[in-house]
DNA sequence: CCAATAATTTAGATTTGTCTAAATTTTGAT
DNA sequence: ATCAAAATTTAGACAAATCTAAATTATTGG
């Protein structure tokens, strides 16, 4: 019933690139764990006879519903340690991904539940993702885009699409922080850039591969 | 520069064992870490060629400079850990040991550091134990065995001298946490036994092996 | 001081998780 | 539809950390 620390990074990989249900592939893995593709076709054959994914040889791999709640506690774990980190320890938050990545595999739900309720069942983690709660259920969130958002309608930043410390330390030049009220004052069809405010600063520009990776939802919802 | 997990276990058993400047056994070692002794002799061997302890076949182990400086920050981990899952978290003081054993592991100092500073750098762990500091040095403390103590003499509960979980519910249910008041009335040669009273409650009575557990410091000093 | 016992080490095997190199299967371009 | 390229799996090896069984060294009682 326990995983170990690389089974758990595995069942984590697989969950993030199921984002819709296509079967995710062996040399996505590979990539995403920095690891071999022969690596990663060992453990994907242990994997199965844990019962947790259905793995056809040569045609990818999907949690079944046993490990889609084992990656959802994990993820719990991990975001609800990186909350901590970023409130509590005052870390950055390009800061606290590395570490989360450690303390996430201490499986021990007493240990996750006190540190929920001591944080006060936050609902999302410093990058602005969702966390899981006891049952594994997570949070429903309506979020958009920036790139893909309306015009002159403000809204309100609510998360990265990644937490690679390039896009980190970017956001943080340019002062983009979850929460912070942003509107899109231009777009130019040119390259896709766009013109906006954030809260009452001066006007500045986003590149359009920066809008997509900057989640927004609506203000007024 | 790093140490794995169970590196790790080895360096802190015999800064235990070490107590006194007595070499460490091996089966001493092996009895402590709950593995078979040719096991330890092949990880003194690896750690020996880590040049963190001195090791002569058949004629047991020392730690040298290094690696009680790296025991040092180990234990320093685990007590932090274990001050956080009391204090912060509310976990049991005989809860708190096999979670410590896996965070300590996580090794980062910036981590380590700003935890220390979050709990208010305390200096004894919730078992009476003085957290070494960022350098790994040991505050100082005088203590005592309780059986060792003078009679009629008021004290402090400052310690124990093991984790089992055994001896912590038989203080649980005695009624001895850490920083009560204790003064011994009478002690009966035939056995060792003491009759102690706690706080102002009724007079009770401790065995002498019991006593031998509890260490305690004057309560003027 | 020497034999029996206790402690320790050596030798060889196992598990987990990784690798490289070779073989196999699928895919895509013509 | 076929064949080259890409993706994937298989085979065999390795390091870490453990084990069992056998060999070696130290200790101790008579």
Chains 1, 2 share one sequence.
């Not at 990989?13 to 996505?28: E, F, G, P, R, Y």
């Not at 259905?54 to 975001?79: K, M, S």
């Not at 970023?86 to 595999?105: G, R």
Request: net charge negative.
């Amino acid at each position: 019933m326990g995983f170990s620390a690389a089974e758990e990074n595995y069942i984590k990989a697989i969950w993030k690139l199921q984002k819709d249900n296509t079967n995710v592939t062996t040399n996505a893995l590979s990539e995403a764990l920095k690891t071999k593709p022969a690596s990663v076709t060992d453990m994907l054959k242990r994997l199965k006879d844990k019962n947790i994914l259905n793995y056809l040889p040569y045609y990818g791999v999907q949690l079944n519903a046993e490990g889609q709640q084992a990656a959802l506690l994990i993820i719990r774990r991990h975001r609800l340690w990186e909350y901590f980190l970023a409130e509590k320890l005052k870390f950055d938050w390009d800061a606290v991904h590395p570490l989360a990545e450690e303390l996430e595999h201490i499986n021990s739900p007493e240990l996750t539940n006190r540190l929920d309720a001591y944080l006060g069942y936050p609902q999302i983690d410093p990058h602005g993702d969702p966390i899981p709660n006891i049952k594994g259920q997570m949070p429903v969130t309506t979020r958009i885009a920036l790139a893909d958002y309306a015009l002159n309608q403000p809204a309100v930043v609510s998360g990265v699409l990644n937490q690679s410390s390039e896009l980190l330390e970017l956001l943080k030049h340019k002062k983009i922080t979850i929460g912070a009220t942003i509107e899109i004052c231009r777009r130019f069809e040119f390259d896709g850039s766009l013109e906006i405010q954030l809260q009452d600063l001066p006007l500045i520009t986003l590149s359009s591969y920066l809008a997509q990776n900057i989640l927004v939802k609506p203000l007024q919802l």
